[in-house]
C-alpha cells in the first residue's frame, strides 16, 4: 500500500508542473468558457479527459498501444491550439446543445495526452512487478491535479468577469490567443522533423523522470523494488 502514496502524489505533481506546463494548458483552455455556474457542463468535461487519458495511460503503460515520444509530445500541443481555437467561436453562452464539440475535444485528445502521461510512470516502474496499484494511484493523483486546475481557472475567470466585469467573449478570446501562441511555439520546437530539438527534449524529460524518481526513492527507502526501466 506504500506504493499508492509514492504514486498519487507524482501524479499531482506530473500535471500541475510549472515546468512542462502543456497539460495545464489543455486543461485550461478545455474549460476556459465556462464559470462555476456550469459545473455539470464542467464535470461532464472532466469525465470524458478523465476517461480519454485513462484509457491510453494504462495500454501505452501495458506497452499494449503508444506512439514515438517524438509524436506525442509534438500532438499535446496541437491538441491545446485547436481547442483554443474552438473557442474563438463561443458567442452563445447559454450552451444549449446536448453534446457539444468540446466533448469530443476532450476525449479524443485526453487520448494523447495519456501517452504523455505514460513516460513518467513506465520510467518510474520495474518490468516484472504488478502495476495495477501504481497505475490506479497514478491516475488518481493526475485526477486531484487536473481538478485543482479546474478551481484555479474558475476562479481566475470568476475575479475577470464578474468582479472586474470584463466582456466575457473578449475574456475567452484573450486568454485562448495567449495560450494558442505559446502552444504554436512548443508545437514548432518539438516538431518531429526537427531532430536536434528532439533530442534536447527527450534528454531533458528522462533528467526530470529522473529526478522525480530519485526524489521518490529517497522520500520511500524501503521502496527498493521500483527500478527504472
Known amino acids: 500500500m506504500n506504493d499508492f502514496w509514492i504514486f498519487f502524489p507524482t501524479g ?7 515546468n512542462g506546463i ?18 455539470r457542463k464542467i464535470l461532464v468535461l472532466v469525465t470524458a479527459f478523465t476517461i480519454g487519458h485513462s484509457v491510453t495511460l494504462a495500454l501505452s503503460t501495458l506497452e499494449i498501444f503508444s506512439l514515438p515520444s517524438r509524436w506525442t509530445e509534438f500532438l499535446i500541443p496541437v491538441t491545446i491550439i485547436v ?15 446536448k453534446f457539444p464539440a468540446i466533448y469530443f475535444y476532450a476525449l ?12 513518467l510512470l513506465k520510467s518510474m516502474l520495474g518490468k516484472d512487478q504488478s502495476i495495477w496499484l501504481q497505475l490506479l494511484a497514478f491516475n488518481l493523483g493526475l485526477e486531484a491535479g487536473q481538478l485543482l486546475i479546474v478551481l484555479v481557472i474558475l476562479f481566475i475567470s ?19 490567443v495567449v495560450i494558442a501562441v505559446l502552444a504554436l511555439q512548443m508545437a514548432i520546437e518539438r516538431s518531429p522533423l526537427n531532430k536536434e ?3 534536447e527534449k527527450t534528454a531533458l524529460i528522462n533528467r526530470r523522470n529522473d ?9 520511500h527507502p524501503k521502496q527498493s523494488g521500483l527500478q527504472p526501466r
Do not use: P, Q
Open 83 to 97: 481547442t483554443a481555437v474552438s473557442n474563438f467561436f463561443v458567442n452563445d453562452f447559454s450552451f444549449r446543445r
Open 12 to 18: 499531482i505533481e506530473h500535471i500541475t508542473d510549472l
Open 197 to 199: 530539438n528532439n533530442d
Open 211 to 219: 529526478d522525480v524518481f530519485l526524489c521518490r526513492r529517497t522520500e
Open 158 to 176: 470568476f475575479i475577470f468577469v464578474h468582479l472586474f466585469s470584463i466582456n466575457r467573449k473578449y475574456y475567452i478570446l484573450f486568454v485562448s
Open 108 to 119: 479524443f485528445f485526453g487520448f494523447i495526452h495519456g501517452m504523455g502521461f505514460s513516460t
Open 22 to 39: 502543456d497539460h495545464i494548458l489543455f486543461v485550461a483552455v478545455l474549460c476556459l468558457r465556462y464559470t462555476y455556474k456550469d459545473w
